[in-house]
């Protein structure tokens, strides 16, 4: 069993930064392909990006590509979504995930965590 736990969210002006984190317990995260997902009230969850078990490769879904990164430690079994130039429609609850390969697709991920919250100001 891998247990996540996203941490790094809160309230942030349009345009601004936040840095998500996602640290792992139980089994190291090295085999695992992390990736960020996020759900807005009364909406589905949707990908956001997604990384290779040892960082090579990432990706990202077209509406954050170029304003979001992600990152990971395998060493300190922690993954990282730095969001910069925040826009509204990222308000949403931000779920960290962990699965066998990459994919954009909810059910491709294995474990999950409980989410942090992202609220957007004008």
């Known amino acids: 069993q891998v247990h996540l736990v996203e941490s790094g969210g809160g309230l942030v002006q349009a345009g601004g930064s936040l840095r998500l984190s996602c640290v792992a317990s139980g089994r190291p995260i090295l085999p695992y392909v992390m990736a960020w997902f996020r759900q807005a009230p009364g909406k589905e969850r949707t990908f956001v990006s997604v990384?290779?078990?040892?960082?090579?490769?990432?990706y990202y879904a077209d509406s954050v590509k170029g304003r979001f990164t992600i990152s990971r430690d395998n060493d300190e079994n922690t993954v990282y979504l730095q969001m910069n130039s925040l826009k509204h429609e990222g308000a949403a609850l931000y779920y960290c995930a962990a699965g066998a390969g990459i994919a954009r697709s909810i059910d491709a991920y294995e474990y999950w965590g409980q989410g942090t919250q992202v609220a957007v100001s004008s």
């Open positions: 990384i290779s078990w040892r960082g090579g490769s990432t």
